[in-house]
């Protein structure tokens, strides 16, 4: 049979750009929001639907643990575990409920449930409760994300407080350390812990001593977590973004307007990532299927930047 002939003259149908060239570029608008910030008053949005992500059933019936998953990073992973079979629950600070139930509506149109966990992970009590109620709400836990951060930009380290300092540490490191302890209880084989660190851990940032102090101890924990995890079937990494575009940034006291319309300018790609490019990333962490033969790994997800390794 002769095969159909085309159009010369037709013009093809015009195409979107690849996804990395696709994303909001700064500058944005001048903002800034009282800590600790809602996703809801950042213009523009953060992209957390992840269109062009298709499932394939990764992470069936399984049960995951998303802490700052009202918003930015923890919002788009909760989505995507949801979307790839996950029920979820999602731990955040009781200012954030107006984001967290966004994210619940986001999650239960994927078809899974969503378990909304209030609460101050900077005490252990918290900790303890989130990690339970998951397990009582939703049956098991199969899947731990430590992601709930905290960061304000400081001129120097003299004006690093005791305070400031206690609070960074316990936001990113204590919560990584009792929520996996108490999560252990429950995990079975085939289990995966991640956290998110920082390129940060990797580059130091100048005016985040503390931040990025926390970020270097989350890899090494990462690390040591997974040596001794890995008779027990559970594998346990961490994903370290370049900048996002999230409430940390523009809720960060140290932060004026102006540079949050310029956020992220400065990577190589011009711009901010947008969670929803992060996000899959976790999901690879997270699928047996995918990463069974990684685990102690930090995954550099740095917009071009090679520094570091």
């Known amino acids: 049979m002769e095969a159909p002939r085309?159009?010369?003259?037709?013009k093809p149908a015009r195409s979107r750009p690849p996804q990395m060239q696709d994303e909001p570029i700064p500058p944005f608008e001048k903002q800034h929001q009282d800590p600790p910030?809602?996703?809801?008053?950042?213009?523009?949005?953060?992209?957390?639907?992840?269109?062009n992500y298709k499932a394939a059933g990764k992470l069936k019936d399984k049960v995951a643990l998303v802490t700052g998953g009202d918003s930015g990073i923890g919002r788009a992973v909760a989505v995507l575990f949801a979307r790839e079979g996950a029920?979820?629950?999602?731990a955040y600070l009781p200012e954030e409920e107006s984001d967290a139930q966004e994210t619940q509506r986001a999650v239960k149109a994927?078809?899974?449930?969503?378990?909304?966990?209030?609460?101050?992970?900077t005490r252990v009590e918290a900790c303890e409760r989130t990690v339970e109620k998951t397990v009582e709400e939703l049956g098991k836990l199969d899947i731990?994300?430590?992601?709930?951060?905290?960061?304000?930009?400081k001129p120097s380290l003299e004006d690093v407080s005791d305070e400031e300092f206690?609070?960074?540490?316990?936001t990113n490191v204590y919560a990584y350390f009792r929520l996996s302890r108490a999560a252990l209880r429950y995990m079975k084989a085939g289990g995966a812990i991640i956290a998110t660190s920082s390129e940060t851990s990797l580059l130091g940032s100048k005016q985040l001593p503390d931040y990025s102090a926390t970020k270097g101890a989350i890899d090494t924990l990462t690390k040591t977590l997974a040596m001794q995890l890995l008779d027990k079937g559970i594998r346990v990494n961490a994903v370290a973004p370049g900048p996002v575009w999230t409430p940390l940034n523009p809720s960060d006291e140290g932060m004026s307007p102006e540079r949050v319309a310029e956020f992220g300018k400065s990577s190589p790609m011009g711009r901010p990532a947008q969670p929803e490019e992060i996000a899959p990333s976790y999901v690879f962490l997270a699928s047996d299927a995918d990463s069974s033969y990684i685990t102690g790994t930090v995954l550099r997800v740095m917009g071009g930047e090679t520094a570091g390794g």
């Open 144 to 153: 731990l994300v430590s992601n709930a951060a905290h960061q304000m930009r």
């Open 37 to 51: 910030g809602l996703e809801s008053k950042l213009r523009p949005r953060p992209r957390y639907e992840a269109r």
């Open 6 to 10: 085309t159009d010369p003259s037709a």
């Open 166 to 170: 206690d609070r960074t540490f316990k």
């Open 110 to 121: 994927e078809g899974r449930r969503c378990l909304l966990l209030p609460g101050d992970l």
């Open 87 to 90: 029920d979820v629950a999602i």
